[in-house]
């Protein structure tokens, strides 16, 4: 496939692995934190980080929509989903996370109208065909996904679509980035920063971490290439004494973003005051919300939700999974009470979530490796 | 799940300006290029396609750079292990 195929030579791989080993100054370690969840599933499926020296660890970020969604929004969704002029269409891998009363997935094997959609304009679509029913799009993502919410929602306006709405949980990146750079918990040395989030954003609101906390960020794109790549020039940088922003991901993300798409954001949408992060709490003007002037297209406006704050179940580590304070096979309940089939946290739901893709492909890895060191000790002795 | 993939644009829809019909692996289908508004792909040129919209072109140039270095890396890499199994030091 084209300008696939090529970001994954292997031997391109082991070349650029040799030069970061030679970057890493003796007796040093550095932490860097890939933010995006499609980052940490290509990792995780490519074995990157076999290909790195010991001294490198890379710390998973919140950049995954989904996982950070609050139990207490899920009821709020089903909630609409249950009423019966409604129907919710979601993309797939909202199905499967759990609400305090199961997910989309068993509501609707228990007889409620939810509909999987690729795209936000096959939920117009829906509408369009059932003129006597309300249909709801749950929006999800970050800035990558809102403009597209947004030009659905222009798009309804100007065909005078009645019968259509937005629950409106898209989140902003930054907040979360700057949430965990003024954790306590952790300690990272760069950022690979967020590709497909950056083709709409662009590459200045990243600047602040390069120049107030003086960790460089490289925008990386997601073949296993650009994330090698990108760790190669956050190492040039960090032996060179820099912090600067950087953009790998060139072919793809322009420097200044989308500025349609931020207009059409900008049009339909604004800023939360706050918004409930799972795991990282609540965070000051990190979503958008449906904007007044599109009232009518605004499925909180037009219906009551129950807004109820829902603790996380015990077991459920998460939060800490999504500062990248834990790793997936840390949580107590990885792998055993929770796994893809029965999550219990969104974490494993996700496909962009880390346990979900630590689970599918990187625990193979481990135990071969945790077995080739035990195997080679008995020879030892 | 919402992947931005990449695909090749085939034909402006006749009729709508907004889509174009993408060939990603294959597969075609319509999607939406309003996002590109400022600068609409032409057919031939290659897109970022996320959840039925493109979200970005793929620069051609760009792309063959990122190439051109990581081809720079993978030569100097096998000319280093050539030269190495070439040493006589004992």
């Known amino acids: 496939m084209r300008f696939v195929d090529e970001f994954r030579d292997a031997d391109k791989a082991r070349a650029l692995a040799a030069k970061i080993a030679a970057l890493c100054a003796p007796g040093r370690e550095y932490q860097l934190m890939e933010v995006c969840g499609g980052h940490t599933h290509t990792i995780y499926k490519h074995g990157l980080e076999d290909y790195l020296p010991e001294a490198i660890t890379l710390v998973h970020g919140p950049g995954c929509p989904v996982c950070v969604i609050p139990m207490g929004r899920v009821d709020d969704a089903m909630h609409l989903a249950s009423r019966p002029e409604v129907i919710m269409t979601s993309f797939g891998d909202m199905m499967r996370v759990p609400g305090s009363q199961g997910s989309f997935f068993d509501a609707r094997a228990a007889g409620t109208d939810i509909r999987m959609v690729y795209s936000p304009l096959d939920s117009l679509k829906i509408a369009r065909q059932n003129p006597d029913r309300h249909v709801v799009f749950m929006a999800i993502g970050f800035e990558t996904t809102a403009p597209s919410t947004a030009m659905t929602m222009l798009r309804a306006r100007a065909e005078g679509l009645p019968n259509f709405s937005v629950f409106g949980n898209h989140v902003t990146i930054i907040p979360a980035i700057k949430a965990i750079l003024d954790s306590p918990d952790l300690r990272l040395d760069g950022f690979i920063g967020p590709g497909h989030v950056s083709t709409v954003i662009g590459c200045r609101p990243y600047e602040f971490i390069a120049r107030d906390y003086g960790k460089p960020v490289v925008v990386a794109g997601f073949e296993p290439l650009d994330i090698l790549q990108s760790i190669y020039m956050l190492m040039v940088q960090l032996s060179q004494g820099r912090s600067e922003v950087e953009n790998q991901y060139s072919r793809v993300v322009p420097w200044d973003g989308n500025p349609v798409a931020l207009k059409a954001i900008g049009e339909t949408m604004e800023l939360r005051p706050y918004f409930e992060w799972r795991g990282l709490g609540f965070i000051s003007h990190s979503a958008l919300r449906v904007r007044e002037s599109f009232a009518s297209m605004d499925a909180e406006r037009l219906f009551a939700v129950p807004g109820v704050r829902v603790a996380d179940p015990k077991a459920c580590q998460c939060g800490e999974v999504l500062k990248g304070v834990l790793k997936p096979w840390e949580c107590k309940v990885f792998g055993t009470a929770c796994t893809p089939e029965t999550p219990i946290g969104t974490c494993m739901v996700s496909p962009e979530g880390a346990c979900a893709a630590y689970y599918n492909y990187g625990r193979m890895n481990r135990n071969r490796v945790a077995e080739a060191t035990s195997s080679a000790s008995v020879v030892r002795s | ?90």
Do not use: T
Request: charged residues 25%.
């Open chain 2, 1 to 90: 799940m919402c992947l931005g993939i990449p695909g090749e644009v085939v034909e402006l829809h006749p009729e709508h300006s907004d889509l174009a019909k993408v060939n990603v692996s294959g597969v075609k289908r319509l999607i939406n290029i309003a996002l590109l508004a400022d600068d609409p792909p032409k057919p031939g040129e290659w897109v970022l396609i996320h959840v039925g919209f493109a979200l970005s072109k793929i620069d051609e140039a760009e792309a063959a750079a990122a190439m051109e270095f990581l081809e720079g890396i993978g030569q100097a890499y096998e000319d280093e292990i050539a030269a190495l199994r070439g040493s006589l030091i004992e």
